[in-house]
T-cell receptor, first 114, second 110 residues
Framework: DADVTQTPRNRITKTGKRIMLECSQTKGHDRMYWYRQDPGLGLRLIYYSFDVKDINKGEISDGYSVSRQAQAKFSLSLESAIPNQTALYFC?????????????FGAGSRLTVL | GQSLEQPSEVTAVEGAIVQINCTYQTSGFYGLSWYQQHDGGAPTFLSYNALDGLEETGRFSSFLSRSDSYGYLLLQELQMKDSASYFCAVRDNNFNKFYFGSGTKLNVKP
């Protein structure tokens, strides 16, 4: 099994629908991140969390919310999806201990909003 | 804020050496990372530099000059499987967040 698992891998939805992308990890890392990838724009940070009680906005948090249900689970929600949220979404983890400089990514969730 | 610049695309032949540059502007800096991403795949970690100088890992090396806000990834003995996108990323001075460049697509030709 993958260290960082994202579900769903692909999702097509309509404008205005609520969508949740889920991420779970078995690495025991305390830090979890959500990134968005668009062609030519690299990866942009949406939200990050350093532990269950710590949630922080990233570069592009508008239109998104997150929930850290447990150390191993971090979900991203789009309350009312819009077409410009069509993108590839990645969850990532890192440790606060040695090795904190390494992000481990999930396989990605491709979201299409019609 | 954070700003990273890297070339959008580079082409090289199999067996050659290629250098991918990254310049950054940041309000706080802790280190520079490099990630590889194949089409349809997830980014994977390649290297990290916190101090000036060269870090070597097999065919790949990464260099950092903090005074110049500049780094590069050097790929030697290019192989076809090295065709991918390469991203530089700044780790901020809270060492908790990572900001990525827009990526360089490397095309390796026979």
């Amino acid at each position: 099994d993958a260290d960082v698992t994202q579900t769903p891998r692909n999702r097509i939805t309509k404008t205005g629908k609520r969508i949740m992308l889920e991420c779970s990890q078995t690495k025991g890392h305390d830090r979890m991140y959500w990134y968005r990838q668009d062609p030519g724009l690299g990866l942009r940070l949406i939200y990050y969390s350093f532990d269950v009680k710590d949630i922080n906005k990233g570069e592009i948090s508008d239109g998104y919310s997150v929930s850290r249900q447990a150390q191993a689970k971090f979900s991203l929600s789009l309350e009312s999806a819009i077409p410009n949220q069509t993108a590839l979404y990645f969850c990532a983890t890192s440790t606060g201990r040695s090795g904190a400089n390494v992000l481990t990514f999930g396989a990605g969730s491709r979201l299409t909003v019609l | 804020g954070q700003s990273l610049e890297q070339p959008s695309e580079v082409t090289a032949v199999e067996g050659a050496i290629v250098q991918i540059n990254c310049t950054y502007q940041t309000s706080g800096f802790y280190g520079l990372s490099w990630y590889q991403q194949h089409d349809g795949g997830a980014p994977t970690f390649l290297s990290y530099n916190a101090l000036d100088g060269l870090e070597e890992t097999g065919r790949f090396s990464s260099f950092l000059s903090r005074s110049d806000s500049y780094g590069y990834l050097l790929l030697q003995e290019l192989q076809m499987k090295d065709s991918a996108s390469y991203f530089c990323a700044v780790r901020d001075n809270n060492f908790n967040k990572f900001y990525f460049g827009s990526g360089t697509k490397l095309n390796v030709k026979p």
